[in-house]
């Protein structure tokens, strides 16, 4: 039975209510997916700050390469026409709905008979993933990180997972006389894939003229480089290098984007924050709610190459709650899969892949990521 009284504090909290079948929370890989597959026959409201889908992997290109852009960023109104999209963040989830904000601080509260988390991760810069804005936005941003790129010699790249990997191929591919090192605070850089592969990538760098540190950490600069344009400087590892820099790019990961769950959700979360869930892909202990994404805490990757599963179980799981019915389906999750390919520019890179293992074949690595970094998959789902 519905607590009244949640509802009638929900009303009092916010102006306007907006009702769909299903509400999707995170309109980027899992959800923009999950919200194509289910608006062919579901009223799908999708919240997300942004008015476009971005494909991350191409980040890396479109640094270097600010034109790349214009065809990985997909506007929602082109990608997701049957979809109602509300230019909103979640701030807090209730147990009614989510009550969510639009930049000008207009609050609405959104309910559906399912509704699906997938805000995905945030990070403490806008370089790879935009926090906010329009698509002409961040092809703006682009254009202006690429200029201040340009204009460095010496780049420091903190972060040794595949974001400063594939970064550093794009740099060294487009100015190979930049002097560019890479800091890793783990003993080898691409710890999520093998060591054959980790190690093929950096030698391919280490030719390019890359220095690679690993084992070593930079503190005390991660906080100036929540601006991503911030000058030039010199820093000291805790290993006692001293680096000079004139453009620091920090290639860490994200947190989960989760804070809206503290408020009436806290016990889902894990202690680092991410969404606990179950088999069903339904949050533990909820009958309608789901997380998708990089938020959840399966133990497997945090890979777009493992949400395509994730869409599949719970776009199922959905229909049957839509049609009345228990979800049946389960996702089992590919704990211990090393399989990543990682680019170093446009022509190279290396590869764990299913089957094959770890590959030396740069023309394979090619075709399936480096040439295109896969926009033309993503173009393809939205019929673009
Ligand atoms: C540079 C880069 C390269 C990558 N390369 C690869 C690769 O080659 N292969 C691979 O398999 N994976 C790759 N990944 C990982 C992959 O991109 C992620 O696993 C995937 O994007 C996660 O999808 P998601 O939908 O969970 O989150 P995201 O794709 O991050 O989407 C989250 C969405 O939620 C929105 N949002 C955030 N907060 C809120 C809120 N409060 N309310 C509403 N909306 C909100 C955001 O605006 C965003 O649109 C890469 C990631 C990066 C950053």
């Known amino acids: 039975m519905k607590d009244v009284s949640v509802e009638v504090a929900n009303e009092e909290r916010v ?12 309109g980027g890989i899992a959800g923009a997916l999950l919200a194509r597959q289910l608006s062919a026959t579901a009223k ?67 309910t559906g008979k399912a509704a699906v988390l997938a805000t995905g991760n945030r990070f403490a810069n806008e ?3 935009g926090q906010e804005g329009s698509g002409a936005d961040r092809h703006a941003f682009y254009q202006r990180f690429h200029d201040r790129l340009a204009g ?19 740099i060294t591919e487009a100015w190979p006389h930049k002097h560019v090192t890479l800091v890793e605070s783990q003993p080898r850089i691409l710890r999520g894939t093998s ?7 950096a030698s391919i760098l280490e030719k390019r003229g890359v220095t690679i540190l690993t084992g070593q950490r930079i503190d005390g600069l991660l906080s100036n480089l929540q601006d991503v344009f911030a000058g030039s400087g010199e820093v000291t590892t805790d290993a006692g290098q001293v680096i000079a820099y004139d453009l620091a790019i920090l290639c860490i990961g994200g947190r989960p984007n989760t804070a809206f769950m503290k408020q009436n959700f806290a016990s889902r979360l894990t202690p680092d924050g991410h969404v606990k869930v179950a088999a069903d892909l339904r949050v533990k202990g909820e009958r309608t709610i789901f997380a998708l994404g990089d938020i959840t805490d399966l133990a497997e990757n945090k890979m777009a190459f493992h949400i395509r599963g994730h869409v599949k179980v719970a776009a199922t799981n959905i229909r049957s709650i839509l049609a009345g019915k228990s979800p049946s389906l389960s996702y089992k999750p590919r704990t211990g899969d090393p399989t990543m390919v ?43």
Do not use: C
């Open 15 to 26: 102006g306007e209510r907006k009702v769909g079948d299903v509400v999707i929370y995170g």
């Open 44 to 110: 799908v409201i999708l919240v997300d700050p942004l008015d476009y889908f971005e494909v991350s992997m191409a980040a890396p290109r479109n640094l270097v390469k600010p034109d790349f852009s214009r065809q990985s960023i997909m506007p929602f109104a082109k990608a997701l026409p049957r979809v109602d999209h509300v230019a909103a963040r979640l701030t807090e989830l209730t147990s009614e709905g989510g009550i969510v904000e639009d930049a000008s601080g207009r609050r609405l509260l959104v």
């Open 127 to 129: 370089l790879v993933r």
């Open 152 to 170: 460095a010699e010496r780049i420091l790249l903190i972060g040794g997972g595949p974001i400063g990997v594939e970064v550093a191929g794009e």
């Open 195 to 201: 060591e054959a592969a980790a190690a093929r990538a």
């Open 342 to 384: 990682v680019t170093r520019g446009s022509r190279t890179g290396v590869a764990h892949l299913p089957l094959f293992g770890h590959t030396r074949w740069s023309w394979l690595v090619r075709k399936v990521k480096a040439e295109h970094m896969l926009v033309p998959n993503y173009a393809k789902i939205f019929s673009l």
